[in-house]
């Protein structure tokens, strides 16, 4: 699909989810089941897209072996409930610098509907790559051994990533591009009203523009944390750009299927209508 496509979809209409993960990544059910139940809650766009195959240490990111066997059954899928809901066959790209990421070859040679292009790997001073997504436990050990306790330069690597990856492109959907500030925000509560970060996000909602880009509305962690991916104190900044956006669950198990959904959808439009 093109970003045409894609906006058009998410502009006129509302059941659809374009970010879910699998059991070739870190989804907790088959794919069968994660249909099953999104036909249940009423959707008729669903979109799979399990964490891309990736050079680096990691218990998320499926393996390249498993990519064939993904399409396969996902197009299994497809025939199967295509009465019922359209199933999507995406993939979440990790960026992890100019050599990896949503725009080399390697992904558009592959028959995916769309990419989300998205950041969890952050390169330390000696340049190794760290995953800084997950529970801050395991975030605040890597900020003390791995970043040396300089968090400044974790957060500023992080949108240095996200910015790279608007540059070279290749993707249709930037995913949670705020997401760093989840677990830093808890190293640092003032973060967000500081400067320097919100000139790091200021170029980041100017880079998708000229990009193109849709830019994910993320509510996985609304149901624990009470928060979007990105914050929503940057949505209007959003609109105001004309960015065109998508309300994502970044589904991993059926239970949570719509979490957070309702109340972005209610809020965004507070945002819309708002002067």
């Known amino acids: 699909m093109t970003a045409e496509e894609l906006i058009s979809l998410t502009s006129e209409r509302r059941d659809y989810n374009l970010h879910s993960h699998t059991e070739y990544c870190d989804g907790r059910v088959p794919m069968s089941i994660m249909t099953k139940a999104a036909i249940e809650a009423g959707y008729g766009v669903w979109g799979f897209t399990p964490h891309s195959p990736a050079p680096v240490e990691s218990g998320c990111n499926m393996l390249e072996s498993d990519v064939t066997r993904y399409i396969?059954?996902?197009?299994?899928l497809q025939e199967q409930h295509a009465d019922k809901i359209r199933l999507l066959c995406g993939m979440e790209v990790d960026f992890l610098g100019r050599d990896f990421g949503p725009h080399i070859d390697y992904f558009h040679k592959l028959p995916l509907d769309y990419r989300i292009g998205?950041?969890?790997?952050?390169?330390n001073q000696e340049g190794r790559l760290?995953?800084?997504?997950?529970?801050?436990?395991?975030?605040?050990?890597?900020?003390k051994a791995g970043y040396n306790g300089d968090l400044r330069y974790v957060v500023e690597k992080y949108f240095e990533q996200v910015l790279t990856m608007l540059e070279l492109g290749g993707f249709e959907i930037l995913g949670h591009f705020d997401k760093i500030i989840g677990n830093a925000s808890q190293a640092d509560p003032t973060l967000e009203d500081q400067k320097w970060y919100v000139a790091l996000i200021d170029d980041v909602i100017s880079k998708s523009k000229d990009a193109g880009v849709i830019v994910e509305i993320n509510t996985k962690a609304f149901e624990k944390s009470g928060r979007f991916y990105p914050s929503e104190k940057w949505w209007k900044q959003l609109q105001h750009a004309k960015i065109p956006i998508a309300i994502n669950t970044d589904c991993h198990e059926p239970e949570l299927i719509n979490v957070g959904r309702d109340e972005a959808f209610f809020r965004m439009h507070n945002v819309q209508s708002s002067k």
């Open 72 to 76: 396969d059954n996902l197009s299994a």
């Open 118 to 123: 998205s950041v969890h790997f952050v390169p």
């Open 130 to 143: 760290l995953d800084c997504d997950g529970r801050f436990e395991r975030f605040s050990k890597y900020l």
